[in-house]
């Protein structure tokens, strides 16, 4: 049910409320002054008619007949003279008073009291009568009783359509704004409602209007933001399969190195060897093949080192655990001043993605707090959980830099891109109980799609 008939409901039941407590405030009003009218007139006439009668009682009913028709009418009575064979001698006439008419007989029966007449026994065994006849009275509150009913209609008529009128023209720019809200609902978020006539009417215009600049301009947020997120996840997807090529390509370097290079390095320095060897030639000549043999150690030691940064050959022979402990092991026999503990909770089976992952997390932490850091204690932690693995590298050095975010620092952005790659989370800081710096990276054992997980740090890994 719409407004506007709501409220000319509520109008006009509240008139009709109002128009039958006036009715039945005059039909209260009327029945008092009818009973009012039959008291005080049977009170007059009783005292007079039987004062009559006993005057002349002694006389016969002859003159009180003569007196009585020429009395006339009594309003609100009926007089009536019988003889004593109960014939009417007298009756009174009919009322001039709006002669020919009557009220409804309801609405008698709602007005007049219960009466009974009055009897006056004459001599010679005739009597009179005397009844209560308020008809008239009752016929006067019918006339102001129709007359309020016939103005009373048209007051409520004439009001309802005045609301009627009025509320159509302050509800007017409901169906205007419902329209606006139906079409902003659709999708058409550039809409803006016109100027409202009204305060209020003003006022819902205004707020509607900022209300869809604001829902237009969020809505233009999220698509720059999901088209940023669709950028990006894209730039992930791309560096991610730049990383595997690059890793592709490394470890073919490296088995070049490793199966190639390697086997001509050891024989340019057997060759060298065996020249020193049988002691023929010159002293130059025994010098340079010499030289040779140092050089090509030397070449061949610098080669070694450089295999497991290019890639480590060893993952796909040994597996990580043991591939981990050779690179400790190296680099604690390159700084034996410096204490290095490994501990490992790793899973049974590790895919070749999640152990290059972490083994790359490692070796770079490992770097950079033996080469930047200066620390003398460097702590790394494997634990495996039920869905995820951490790996926690912590060293008491001198802490990061202020600018060790600057441009130009590839190792940490491209760890954390590598995992972000497998939807885990990456953290470096500076330690907060005492120096020194803590990486830690979780992985999940069950990657999702590039790019479900946004970067997060995991309480139980970095706590």
Do not use: C
């Not at 991610?240 to 190195?257: K, M, S, T, V």
């Amino acid at each position: 049910m719409k407004l506007r008939t709501q409220v000319n409901l509520i109008v006009g039941s509240l008139s009709a409320v109002f128009i039958a407590a006036m009715l039945l405030l005059e039909i209260g009003r009327t029945r008092l002054a009818v009973s009012e009218e039959i008291a005080a007139a049977n009170t007059v006439a009783t005292q007079l008619l039987s004062r009559v009668a006993q005057t002349y009682e002694r006389d016969g009913a002859l003159p009180l007949l003569l007196f009585l028709k020429h009395l006339g009418r009594v309003r609100a009575n009926e007089i009536t003279l019988l003889d004593a064979n109960g014939q009417v001698l007298y009756r009174s006439p009919p009322p001039t008073y709006k002669a020919g008419r009557e009220a409804p007989q309801w609405y008698a029966r709602l007005l007049l009291p219960p009466t009974s007449p009055r009897v006056f026994p004459l001599a010679g065994g005739a009597q009179l009568q005397i009844e209560a006849n308020a008809s008239r009275a009752v016929l006067d509150g019918w006339d102001d009783f129709v007359q309020l009913l016939w103005v009373g209609g048209l007051g409520f008529t004439l009001l309802n359509v005045l609301v009627f009128w009025l509320v159509g023209r302050v509800l007017a720019p409901l169906p205007a704004i419902a329209s606006g809200l139906e079409r902003i609902e659709n999708g058409e978020l550039s809409y803006r409602l016109p100027p409202m006539k009204g305060h209020e009417a003003a006022l819902i215009g205004a707020a509607f209007n900022r209300m869809a600049a604001a829902v237009a301009d969020k809505h233009r947020a999220e698509l720059e933001a999901r088209t940023a997120q669709a950028r990006l996840e894209e730039r992930r997807e791309l560096s991610q399969l730049i990383e595997q090529r690059l890793d592709e390509e490394r470890r073919a370097i490296a088995r070049e190195l490793h199966d190639e290079f390697a086997q001509s390095v050891t024989a340019i320095r057997t060759l060298a060897v065996a020249i020193i060897g049988r002691g023929r030639g010159d002293d130059g000549t025994l010098g340079a093949a010499q030289a040779i043999s140092h050089e090509a150690a030397r070449l061949y030691d610098a080669m070694h080192s450089l295999i497991p940064r290019l890639a480590p050959i060893s993952l796909d022979t040994l597996g990580l655990a043991e591939t981990l402990q050779g690179l400790v092991a190296e680099w604690q026999k390159r700084t034996p001043n410096v204490r290095i503990s490994l501990e490992q909770e790793l899973p049974s089976s590790l895919g070749s993605t999640m152990s290059l992952a972490l083994y790359r997390v490692v070796q770079e932490a490992l770097m950079n707090a033996l080469r930047h850091a200066q620390a003398d204690e460097i702590s790394i932690r494997i634990r495996t959980y039920d869905d995820h693995v951490t790996v926690r590298v912590v060293d008491n050095g001198r802490g990061l830099s202020g600018d060790w975010m600057r441009p130009g620092s590839f190792g940490i952005r491209g760890l954390r891109e590598r995992v972000l790659s497998l939807n885990g989370s990456f953290h470096i800081g500076n330690r907060s109980d005492t120096s020194g710096v803590e990486v830690v990276a979780d992985i999940p054992l069950v990657a999702e799609p590039i790019g479900a997980v946004e970067e997060r740090h995991d309480t139980r890994a970095t706590g």
